[in-house]
């Protein structure tokens, strides 16, 4: 049974570009229950991006994942994603590191591509394997460094190596708006301080987000259904980037991750499940 006051869009809605399995086999509605899921979900990814490199935004596409089709949960973040990247572009202008922000950009678009690519040849549930493995990798990739099992970043990283994580860097955020790890990579190489290191993750995904945007039109994973619910998350979206940028001066990084580590592994490890069974 429907929420009561949920708000029912089209069944067949009106899409741009190519239809894809991905954003088809559920009817999106507007309800509390969506809501209630959607708004804390996109909350967080503007907190994320607006002050902690965007390392843990990615996890608002895989909560999302858990109701909605994952073309759905795809569509839905991204035009929220490049709000909030314009809402912590003032507060970070020009404090990025260009050369590194650049290296990492000119190997993103081609892993772009390659995301675009798999989008066509998959059925949804790759789509949620995939996303959900990068969920639960990424945590264990962050725990097996703390626990000295792989070794630190080293600051003597050849050039080509930077071109490479940024491939995989526009490929994961392209599948799964899941860029900021594989960045992180890099950029903690390069022994950045903290708001450089934020700034350049923010100047980084304005521009990939730009890039995925194209893409994501032709391959119908817009639609008007995923539109409204923008229109109506925007709010959330603002505010989490407004308390973001505030909170990358006052908050302890690892009592944020260690929030997004559990959301990882709980909503990962159930969409590689949904995906398997």
Do not use: C
């Given at each position: 049974?429907?929420?009561?006051g949920?708000?029912r869009v089209?069944?067949?809605?009106?899409?741009?570009g190519?239809?894809?399995?991905?954003?088809?086999g559920?009817?999106?509605?507007?309800g509390w229950?969506?809501?209630?899921?959607?708004?804390?979900?996109?909350t967080?990814a503007?907190?994320?991006?607006?002050?902690f490199?965007?390392?843990?935004?990615?996890?608002?596409?895989?909560?999302?994942?858990?109701?909605?089709?994952p073309?759905q949960?795809l569509?839905?973040?991204?035009?929220?994603?490049m709000?909030?990247?314009?809402s912590t572009l003032?507060?970070?202008?020009?404090?990025?590191?260009?050369?590194?922000?650049?290296?990492?950009?000119?190997?993103g678009?081609?892993g772009?591509?390659l995301?675009?690519?798999l989008?066509?040849v998959?059925?949804a549930?790759?789509?949620r394997?995939?996303?959900?493995?990068?969920?639960?990798?990424?945590?264990?990739?962050q725990?097996a460094?703390?626990?000295?099992?792989?070794?630190?970043?080293?600051?003597?990283?050849p050039?080509w190596v930077?071109?490479?994580?940024?491939?995989?860097?526009g490929?994961?955020?392209?599948v799964s708006?899941?860029?900021?790890?594989?960045?992180?990579?890099?950029?903690?190489?390069?022994?950045?301080?903290k708001?450089?290191f934020?700034?350049?993750t923010?100047i980084?995904?304005?521009?990939?987000?730009?890039?995925?945007?194209?893409?994501y039109?032709?391959?119908?994973?817009?639609?008007a259904q995923?539109?409204?619910?923008?229109?109506?998350?925007a709010?959330?979206?603002?505010?989490?980037?407004?308390?973001?940028?505030?909170?990358?001066?006052?908050?302890?990084e690892?009592a944020?991750f260690?929030l997004t580590?559990?959301l990882?592994?709980?909503t990962?490890?159930?969409?590689?499940?949904?995906?398997?069974?």
């Amino acid at each position: 049974m429907p929420d009561a006051g949920a708000v029912r869009v089209a069944k067949k809605p009106v899409k741009i570009g190519v239809t894809r399995g991905l954003t088809q086999g559920r009817t999106l509605e507007l309800g509390w229950s969506f809501f209630a899921i959607a708004a804390p979900a996109v909350t967080f990814a503007g907190i994320s991006k607006g002050g902690f490199g965007s390392g843990a935004a990615f996890a608002s596409a895989s909560i999302l994942a858990l109701v909605l089709e994952p073309g759905q949960a795809l569509g839905i973040m991204l035009p929220l994603l490049m709000l909030i990247d314009i809402s912590t572009l003032r507060p970070y202008w020009k404090r990025w590191s260009w050369p590194d922000a650049k290296l990492l950009i000119a190997g993103g678009v081609p892993g772009v591509m390659l995301g675009a690519w798999l989008y066509q040849v998959a059925d949804a549930d790759v789509f949620r394997v995939l996303i959900g493995a990068i969920s639960v990798g990424f945590v264990a990739w962050q725990l097996a460094q703390r626990a000295r099992m792989i070794p630190a970043p080293s600051s003597g990283l050849p050039l080509w190596v930077g071109g490479l994580v940024g491939a995989v860097a526009g490929f994961t955020s392209f599948v799964s708006h899941a860029g900021g790890p594989p960045a992180a990579v890099w950029l903690l190489s390069r022994r950045l301080d903290k708001t450089t290191f934020q700034a350049t993750t923010v100047i980084l995904f304005w521009i990939i987000n730009i890039v995925k945007f194209v893409p994501y039109a032709f391959l119908g994973i817009f639609t008007a259904q995923t539109f409204l619910a923008d229109l109506l998350l925007a709010p959330f979206a603002v505010l989490g980037a407004w308390l973001g940028v505030r909170a990358h001066w006052l908050v302890p990084e690892r009592a944020f991750f260690a929030l997004t580590y559990v959301l990882l592994v709980v909503t990962g490890t159930k969409l590689i499940w949904d995906g398997l069974t």
